[in-house]
C-alpha cells in the first residue's frame, strides 16, 4: 500500500461507496441527443433576488427548449447562514411565476427523481468518496495550517510582493508533509482541511467556449483550493463538480461572478476525471441610476426581491413575459407576431442572449403587466384578486369575497371588448380600482374641473336627477345626458363648443364629467352607464343627492 492510499485510509472510513459504485448509482440519462439538463442550485439564506429567478428561469427554457430536464438542487452546506423554511421559501418563490423543476426539492421534505439527494447536506459520503479517491491518487492532502499561520503566509507575500498570493507551491507547506509527520497530527486530533494538489501552471491557458461569452481564456489554477473543511463540509467549488457530474448536468448557467473560478472548476473536473459541463454565464441585471449603470441591489431596489413581485400582486405571467424581453431581443418583435401566443411557444435561443446587462425598467413591466391583465376575463381577474388579497389583504379579501358577482359584473366593465382598458399593472392596485363600488372603500370627494363652478354642478346634479332612470339603455342614458346642456347653457355638440366656446357655459362632456364626480368621485373611470348600472338606482340617487348638497353649500 502506498502512503497515498494509507493517508486515505487514515482519513476516509472503510465504508464510503466508491466512486464506481456510486457512477453506478447514478448513469448517464437516458436523453435524446441535444436534449440539456440544466439545474438551479441556490443556498436556502431566505432572500430571493431577482437575478436568482432570471437564471432559474434561464435553466428552464434552456432544458423546456431541448425537450430536456430542469432540476432544483439546494447547496445547504452552509448552516450558519440557513435560515428557517428557507428551501420551502426557493420552492414557493419558484413556483409562483411557474418555474417549476420536473426533478429535484419540491419542498421542505419532498425530493423527486432518480438522482438525489438533491440537497447538498444529505451528500456528505458522496463528497467524502471522491475525497478520499484523490488522496489515494496523491492529488489531495491534509492541510493542518492555522487562521494564524494562513495570516502569517498572506503577509509575508505582501512583504515580498508576490505577483501571485495564496496557498501554492512552495508557499503550500502542508503539501510536503511525510506521510509519518500527517499519521501522527491525524491521530493527535489535528484540525485540518482537505486540499487538492494542484498541477496547474500559471503560463498555461485553460479555454472555455461559453455560450453567451464566447471564447474565455485564463490562466490554469495553480492554488491548492480546500475540497473538504474542518468539519468535513465540502467547500462549493468541490461539491459542485461532483453534483454537476453524477446529477449528469449537461449545462452549467450562473451570473457572471462566477467567471473567475472557471480555472478551479475546469481543473476539478479534469482531475476528477470528469467531463466538463457547457458554461453559460448570464451578466447581471443592471438598473439606471441618476443616468449611470449599476446591479440591481437588494439593499437600495425593493423590486430586487422575489417577494415583491408575489407581494404587489404581479401575475407570474407578466413577470415571465417581461424577463423574456431581457434574455432575448427578439422576443417583442415575436410577441407582436403572436399576440395570443403562450410564452412556452416562443423559440428561445440562449445564444441570443446579451453579453452584457440587461436594463431593469419597472415602467417596461407595468405596461406588459396591463396588457396580460386587460386580456384576462372578469372572472380571471377576480380569482387572481381574491387569492392574493386572501393572503395580503384579509379585510379586501373579505369584502370581495362576500357578492363575488357583485365584483366581477364591476371588474366587466369595458373587459370584454376589442379595446379593453389598461388601468390595472397588479392585484394591490384592484382594491383602489374598485373602491367606489364599496361603501367601505369609498372616500367622496366632489373637487370640481377650474371650468365648472360648484353652483353650476349643483344645477346639473338636480336637473339629471330629475330624467334619472336606471333601466335606461346606453343610447337613452346618453340622450338624457344631451337633453339636460341646452337649459344650462351648455352645447351637446363638443363641435360646436369648439368653434364659439364664447358662446356656451362648456359642452356635453363637462355634463358628463359633473355626473361622474357625484357618482364615482373621480374624473376617469370605465364606462359610467355601465358603472352606474352595477351600483344600483339606489345608490347612484344617493351619491348623485350627497354631491348636490356639497355642491350647493360650497
Not at 413556483?95 to 426539492?105: R, S, Y
Not at 495550517?145 to 494562513?150: F, N, P, T
Not at 485564463?218 to 463540509?233: F, S
Not at 423559440?347 to 384576462?376: R, T, V, W, Y
Request: include cysteine; charge should be negative; aromatic fraction near 10%.
Amino acid at each position: 500500500m502506498t502512503d497515498h492510499e494509507k493517508l486515505a485510509e487514515l482519513l476516509f472510513p472503510e465504508d464510503l461507496p466508491s466512486p464506481e459504485e456510486l457512477e453506478e448509482r447514478y448513469p448517464l440519462r437516458k436523453i435524446k441527443e441535444g436534449e440539456r439538463v440544466t439545474r438551479f442550485a441556490p443556498s436556502p439564506t431566505g432572500y430571493m433576488h431577482l437575478g436568482n429567478m432570471f437564471s432559474a428561469f434561464i435553466d428552464k427554457l434552456c432544458a423546456d427548449a431541448t425537450g430536456g430536464i430542469f432540476y432544483l438542487r439546494i447547496e445547504d452546506t452552509d448552516k450558519k447562514r440557513e435560515v428557517e423554511h428557507g428551501v420551502e421559501k426557493i420552492f414557493e418563490g419558484l413556483t409562483a411565476f411557474g418555474i417549476v423543476p420536473v426533478e429535484g426539492v419540491m419542498g421542505e421534505n419532498e425530493e423527486k427523481g432518480d438522482y438525489g439527494p438533491y440537497r447538498q447536506s444529505h451528500r456528505r459520503e458522496i463528497y467524502h468518496s471522491f475525497a478520499k479517491k484523490l488522496v489515494k491518487n496523491g492529488m489531495a492532502y491534509p492541510c493542518f495550517c492555522s487562521e494564524d499561520e494562513l495570516n502569517e503566509l498572506r503577509e509575508k507575500q505582501e512583504s515580498e510582493n508576490t505577483a501571485i498570493k495564496g496557498y501554492f507551491g512552495k508557499w503550500a507547506k502542508c503539501r510536503f508533509l511525510p506521510f509519518e509527520e500527517q499519521k501522527r497530527r491525524i491521530e493527535a486530533g489535528e484540525p485540518y482541511v482537505v486540499r487538492l494538489r494542484s498541477d496547474g501552471d500559471e503560463s498555461k491557458k485553460i479555454i472555455v467556449d461559453d455560450l453567451i461569452k464566447g471564447k474565455i481564456e485564463m490562466p490554469e489554477n495553480i492554488q491548492d483550493i480546500v475540497l473538504l473543511k474542518t468539519d468535513g463540509i465540502p467547500t462549493y467549488h468541490f461539491a459542485h463538480a461532483v453534483d454537476d457530474h453524477l446529477m449528469r448536468t449537461t449545462h452549467v448557467i450562473r451570473g457572471d461572478e462566477w467567471i473567475a473560478s472557471l480555472p478551479v472548476h475546469i481543473q476539478l473536473f479534469k482531475t476528477l476525471g470528469f467531463k466538463p459541463p457547457k458554461y453559460v454565464h448570464i451578466s447581471p441585471i443592471m438598473k439606471l441610476d441618476d443616468g449611470n449603470k449599476r446591479k440591481l441591489s437588494k439593499r437600495k431596489d425593493p423590486e430586487a426581491a422575489v417577494s415583491f413581485y408575489k407581494e404587489e400582486g404581479y401575475p407570474k405571467d407578466s413577470v415571465l413575459e417581461y424577463l423574456l424581453t431581457l434574455a432575448n431581443s427578439n422576443f417583442e418583435d415575436w410577441r407582436r407576431a403572436n399576440r395570443d401566443a403562450d410564452i412556452s411557444a416562443f423559440p428561445f435561443n440562449i445564444k441570443k442572449m446579451s453579453g452584457s446587462g440587461a436594463l431593469f425598467d419597472i415602467a417596461k413591466m407595468n405596461d406588459i403587466s396591463k396588457n396580460i391583465i386587460s386580456a384576462m376575463s372578469a372572472s380571471e381577474v377576480y380569482d387572481k384578486t381574491a387569492e392574493w388579497a386572501k393572503e395580503y389583504d384579509g379585510e379586501f379579501y373579505a369584502l370581495l369575497t362576500k357578492d363575488p358577482e357583485f365584483a366581477r359584473s364591476a371588474l366587466n366593465i369595458d373587459r370584454d371588448c376589442p379595446k379593453p382598458r389598461k388601468d390595472i399593472e397588479k392585484w394591490s392596485e384592484v382594491k383602489n380600482y374598485l373602491a367606489y363600488f364599496y361603501d367601505e372603500l369609498y372616500t367622496q370627494d366632489f373637487t370640481l374641473p377650474e371650468n365648472i363652478s360648484p353652483a353650476d354642478a349643483a344645477e346639473i346634479t338636480d336637473a339629471y336627477l330629475k330624467v334619472f332612470d336606471i333601466d335606461d339603455d346606453k343610447d337613452a342614458w346618453f340622450n338624457k345626458i344631451k337633453d339636460v346642456c341646452a337649459p344650462l347653457g351648455y352645447t351637446p355638440n363638443v363641435k360646436e363648443y369648439k368653434k364659439d366656446p364664447g358662446a356656451f357655459k362648456g359642452h356635453v362632456g363637462d355634463i358628463s364629467t359633473v355626473i361622474r364626480i357625484a357618482v364615482t368621485s373621480r374624473r376617469n373611470t370605465p364606462d359610467l352607464h355601465a358603472v352606474m348600472a352595477v351600483l344600483g338606482s339606489d345608490k347612484v340617487i344617493e351619491r348623485l343627492k350627497a354631491a348636490e348638497d356639497f355642491w350647493k353649500n360650497n
